[in-house]
Each structure stands twice: as structure tokens, then as C-alpha cells.
């Protein structure tokens, strides 16, 4: 298995719905809230229904979304610009609060292409064998171009639609991960749910949440704010900082981003000083951080420092 399960694609129409896509690499994604509850769809459709091509209530009010692309499509809310977040679906830029009329990330740009591991038949469905009704015999062969057109899922696995109508599976494909790609959208909704990208609270949340919310307004934990997290959890003298704090999840492959931070999880930033500085996520975008007084904020992932978000580990 590659990844957690994410998204399946619909196969209809899909060479002329999905056209306009992020090229992933080296782009730096910017996170934005939203100003009302909107659908995350796989196509750039104000109608189409809720379904295989659009969920409902994917970005709740009040929580934020991170672009990796934009691109022009049907009006939409008053403005014709869609977002592509990182989770792999559109939304209306009208409803995202850029602070800008006008496009502010990189033009959305289609296919990505990547090059065969091994030698690859195409299949007709995603999750088909190599030998499948339908499958096109060494259609890429070893280090050609795959064009990537979406990703989806199958049996836990990811699949890569291509420019040609045709399915390879990922892990034969060298995007540079093995999970889902940063700018690629997902094709359908399967596996998504409202919220953003779907994961769940630290089961030690509620009691955390409750030893950080008891101490809002103190000012007594400024310049502490590893040992704050820390202490949430009934713990102490884990990591230096929250910089050592973040350099152990990232070595780990445990940071998430383009995603809204869970409940009971640790949030985090390069901060001013080297020490770095992390928060503790209530969850819908909402997270307690120290400073001069122990405090609430709604806009942590609109920070220009913001590194991302990890579940502690389970030691604490």
C-alpha cells in the first residue's frame, strides 16, 4: 500500500474536465482561510452534483485551505478563478480569502509528467491487471514520460490516470513520493470527507486540550512553548525545543501538510529564533499557543513560518 486512501476516479469525461492542473515541483504552496463552508469538487464545475465529482462541506467555515495552483474555469461566487488545493480538489477562489482579486499562486498547467520505473501496460481501470481486458501492452516503457492527469485509489493502492485514458499504477512511476502528489488532483471523491484531508484526533486530545484551554490568558509560559505541549500531555524534558521537536517528526516522515490539523496534535513554525515555536490543535483550523499570555488563534495557517502538523508521539 502506498498511502492512507484518499480519492478513486471516475473515468468519463475526464480528458476534457480535468484540464488545467498544477505542475507539483517547486512550487510553494500558500495556506488562505475560507469565508464561507464550501464543496471541494475534481472538476472546476459550479453544477456539478455532489457525488464522484464533488463532496459537501469539504472546508468547513473559519478553517483554511492551501493552494498549489490557480486556474480559470466558469464564474463561480463573482470571480471565474479556481483554486486547486493540496488536497487535490477545486474550490471557487470566491470563496477563499487571498487578500487579492487577482491569481496569487503559480498557473495550473497539465499533464505531469514522470518516468516509467519498469516497462508499463496501460490498463483500462484503475486496479486492473497488467493483462486485464483492455490493457495496452508496454505503453510506457522503462524511463519514458507517464503523463499523470490524476491520482486515485484502488484497493488501497494508488493509480495514476494518464493523458492517454489510461491507468499505470504509481508506485511504477517515479513522482519523487510515495504517496500522493502535491499539484496532481484528485480524479473523484472516494475516501475523501468533509473537513479536509480526513484524520483523526490524537485519542489523548480531550484531556490535553483541556490542560492548555485551563491555562489561557497565563503568563507564565512564554519562551516555553515545547514544554506547554509537552506538559499537555503529562510529560516533560521530550525534545530541546520545538525546533528538535519538528527536525525528529520530519526525519520520521510524520508531518502533515495541506491539511487541516486534527484535534490534539502539534502544530509548527520556524518561528524568530532558532528554537522554532510549536501550538496544540483544537482542531477546525483552531489552535492554543504561548507567548507573552497562553493564547487562541484561528489564522495559525495563514503564518508565512507555518511548517506543517504531527500527531506526538505515542510514548508521551
Not at 464561507?36 to 452534483?49: L, N, S
Not at 473559519?62 to 493540496?86: K, M, N, R
Not at 517528526?249 to 508531518?255: E, T
Amino acid at each position: 500500500m502506498k498511502t492512507t486512501l484518499k480519492a478513486a476516479v471516475a473515468t468519463i469525461g475526464l480528458g476534457v474536465a480535468l484540464t488545467g492542473l498544477a505542475a507539483p515541483a517547486a512550487q510553494a504552496a500558500s495556506t488562505y482561510p475560507v469565508t464561507t463552508t464550501v464543496d471541494g469538487r475534481t472538476v472546476k464545475d459550479p453544477a456539478v452534483a455532489v457525488g464522484k465529482q464533488r463532496i459537501a462541506n469539504m472546508y468547513p467555515a473559519g478553517t483554511s485551505v492551501t493552494l498549489a495552483c490557480q486556474d480559470t474555469g466558469p464564474e463561480y461566487g463573482g470571480s471565474s478563478i479556481w483554486d486547486l488545493t493540496t488536497d487535490g480538489l477545486w474550490v471557487p477562489d470566491a470563496y477563499v480569502k487571498t487578500g487579492s482579486t487577482s491569481m496569487v499562486a503559480p498557473q495550473c498547467t497539465t499533464p505531469h509528467s514522470y518516468p516509467a520505473k519498469a516497462d508499463l501496460n496501460g490498463r483500462a481501470k484503475k486496479g486492473d491487471a497488467a493483462d486485464a481486458a483492455g490493457s495496452v501492452a508496454d505503453k510506457y516503457l522503462t524511463g519514458a514520460s507517464v503523463p499523470v492527469v490524476c491520482q486515485a485509489t484502488a484497493s488501497d493502492e494508488i493509480w495514476d490516470f494518464t493523458g492517454d485514458n489510461l491507468w499505470v499504477p504509481d508506485a511504477m512511476v517515479k513522482t519523487g513520493t510515495d504517496g500522493f502528489v502535491s499539484g496532481v488532483p484528485h480524479c473523484d471523491t472516494d475516501g475523501l470527507k468533509a473537513g479536509g484531508t480526513a484524520y483523526p484526533a490524537d485519542s489523548r486530545a480531550d484531556s490535553a486540550i483541556a490542560f492548555a484551554k485551563a491555562r489561557l490568558g497565563h503568563t507564565d509560559w512564554n519562551n516555553q512553548c515545547e514544554l506547554f505541549v509537552e506538559r499537555s500531555f503529562g510529560t516533560s524534558g521530550r525534545f530541546a525545543s520545538a525546533t528538535t521537536h519538528y527536525q525528529w517528526q520530519k526525519a520520521n516522515g510524520r508531518i502533515h501538510t495541506g491539511s487541516v490539523a486534527p484535534a490534539g496534535t502539534a502544530v509548527f513554525f520556524t518561528s524568530t529564533t532558532s528554537n522554532g515555536h510549536i501550538m496544540l490543535a483544537l482542531g477546525g483550523g483552531v489552535a492554543i499557543s504561548t507567548g507573552p499570555s497562553v493564547y487562541q488563534t484561528s489564522t495559525y495557517a495563514q503564518r508565512s513560518d507555518y511548517l506543517g502538523w504531527a500527531y506526538v508521539p505515542s510514548s508521551w
